[in-house]
């Protein structure tokens, strides 16, 4: 059995699945930061800092069990992830190329940011300028503008660059 630390920032979907990030033990001993979702009884390890990943925020699950979070890379990046592989389900990061300019800054809150149809929202400032919120959509590579009620920055629909997969890569513990 895993040992776990304190868990962080826990969310609960309709189908009381829970998803959190917390320290905890491996079975070798060695302390490890991880994301988990649970399930009744079965605790699934979504991504733990054993390998590329070196830290991450509190992830957000919707009814259909996809989950976001943020999180750092051993190479530094810093960025927005749905899931273990950090090409193939990454979202969008620091440094990124995107809408002509470059992501200089990026944020996610859990509570708002995962809907069921695979949308999330995040924030995000660019070098040129711009600051505003954004709109990724598990289900469209386009993007689309979408005017932002309180401001006179654009929401923007922003495919999921590099995400070609809705497969997590998950490890079950018991």
Known sequence: PLSFGTIEGPTLNDSKTV??????LNDEAESLQGIFIQNDEDISLIVDTSGDFNTFTRPAVNNTGSSVFGAGLDNGDLGLFAGADPVSDRVIAIGDD???STVTALSFTQQTGLNNLGQFTFNANFADGPTGAYRADFEQDDAQ???EPT???TLLAVGLMGLTSQQRRRREYS
């Open 19 to 24: 998803a959190f990030d917390t320290l905890f």
């Open 98 to 100: 995107c809408f002509g």
């Open 145 to 147: 503008a979408v005017p």
């Open 151 to 153: 401001s006179v920055l």
